[in-house]
């Protein structure tokens, strides 16, 4: 029931990992001038690797709980350690924008727990399908947003040339 849902969840989330992979190399010099950008842009390559990472490893048949479980768990922290550390980073960042930063820490708050309940669940006795589905659509969000800063919004940052 939930196979066909994956599969696309990790059919969508490598190529959007590419767009993030393409928007940081044409704005590599800017992102590294700003202080907390880098860190915004790592968050949203790792939100999207892991949602195509998890697509992929509930997809694996037979595959024991208990491991799964860990896969989920691990993901989960590594997430969570990388978006409180974007979102500490990005508040020195958007004091002039305080709509985008409020955004950005809705959603590094909501994008992380669910990868927190698959493993909870996972060790109970199978993993929660729906809240790993939430945790894909929402890590996949999260990192469009972000994806939309580093592709527009810094350009509207930048000074503008004159030709």
Excluded: C
């Excluded at 992102?31 to 490893?57: F, K, N, Q, Y």
């Excluded at 208990?66 to 500490?88: D, K, Y």
């Excluded at 947003?145 to 919004?153: G, I, K, P, T």
Aim: overall charge positive; hydrophobic content about 55%.
């Amino acid at each position: 029931m939930w196979e066909p849902f994956f599969v696309a969840s990790s059919g969508a989330s490598a190529p959007l990992a590419g767009l993030i992979f393409v928007a940081i190399s044409i704005n590599l010099d800017h992102i590294l001038e700003t202080p907390g950008l880098d860190r915004r842009a790592l968050e949203a390559v790792s939100l999207l690797i892991s949602a195509l990472v998890l697509s992929l490893l509930v997809l694996i048949p037979e595959q024991p709980p208990v491991l799964f479980a860990g896969e989920a768990g691990v993901t989960g922290l590594t997430l969570a350690v990388l978006t409180t550390r974007s979102t500490i980073h990005a508040r020195r960042i958007w004091r002039s924008h305080p709509y985008n930063f409020a955004l950005k820490v809705i959603l590094a708050v909501v994008s992380v727990p669910p990868y927190f309940f698959v493993a909870v669940t996972a060790l109970q006795s199978a993993p929660s399908l729906g809240w790993l589905a939430a945790a894909v659509v929402l890590s996949i969000v999260s990192a469009a947003v972000s994806a939309w800063v580093l592709l527009v919004e810094i350009q509207r940052d930048q000074p503008r040339r004159r030709t």
